[in-house]
């Protein structure tokens, strides 16, 4: 098997490295004509590649070039640690977000890749910013809850791992600005929500139409509340108030 992938031309490699046995994987690996396509057919095709496979090839400076093959080997769950660790840091935000995201990669390279994409993405486009944020990771989650456009807020607010903490966190916050909490308030998922509701309409920044408008949803206790709050705006207090009269004297 050996001496089978160590000869073989480049077509019949391409046919079998896919499913290859591992005595024919290492043959290849030291034939002369295996070149970087073939490298990434054994990396994201052969199921039973093994670690000192995977650090053969990143030894290899030629292969090694490539971006497609750093992140191949960083993505691959056999990739020996200190291999992957070394090479994290040369992926670009989306294999980072990948990598971050793969339960079956080791948590210290998960973890390195979050810890990358936090870092870079203040370097990232608008663009870019909102597809991350639509499938960021915990870690992320908590640095992109701090954005101030309300695009990346809205895409935010799609990704199943974001909880209500991280919406009560932008919505109480001091600095979060106007357009991102009306993104808040007119989110379907959440904006039901009586705690999120409370912290947007005690917020002296939500827009008026959006606080009064959620102020109708809360139970009467708390518009009572609200009305002795003290950063509350006037105009919510005075709504808050007349709908408190209003449901305990109903018009007869």
């Known amino acids: 098997m050996f001496e089978a992938g160590r000869t073989a031309s480049a077509r ?17 690996l030291a034939n002369p004509i295996l070149d970087v ?9 052969n199921r039973g590649i093994t670690a000192s496979q995977i650090a053969r090839i990143g030894r290899n400076r030629a292969w090694l070039k490539p971006y497609e093959v750093k992140a191949a080997i960083v993505l691959h769950s056999r990739t020996p640690r ?8 040369f992926l670009w935000w989306r294999d980072l977000a990948r990598a971050a995201d793969q339960a079956s990669l080791a948590p210290p390279l998960r973890r390195a890749a979050e810890t990358l994409l936090g870092i870079r993405i203040k370097e990232l486009a608008l663009g870019e910013q909102v597809a991350l944020a639509r499938i960021a990771t915990r870690g992320v989650i908590a640095i992109l809850r701090r954005a101030h456009d309300p695009m990346v807020i809205r895409a935010l607010l799609q990704n199943p791992r974001l909880v209500e903490e991280d919406a009560l966190v932008i919505a109480s916050g001091k600095g979060t600005p106007p357009a991102v909490l009306q993104a808040l ?10 705690s999120l509701q409370k912290a947007l309409v005690q917020n002296p920044v939500t827009p008026p139409a ?14 009572r509340e609200l009305t002795h709050a003290p950063q509350v705006p006037t105009l919510v207090k005075v709504a808050a108030l007349r709908i408190v009269e209003a449901r305990t004297h109903p018009a007869e």
Request: hydrophobic share 55%; aromatic share 2%; net charge neutral.
């Open 12 to 28: 019949t490699l391409a046919m079998e490295l896919d499913r290859a046995p591992l005595p024919y994987v290492d043959g290849a």
């Open 82 to 89: 200190p291999l992957a660790m070394g090479l994290v840091q």
């Open 185 to 194: 308030a007119e989110d379907a998922r959440l904006a039901k929500r009586p």
């Open 210 to 223: 959006a606080a009064l408008h959620l102020l109708q949803g809360l139970p009467t206790q708390a518009l």
């Open 37 to 45: 396509g073939l490298v990434l057919l054994i990396l994201q095709k």
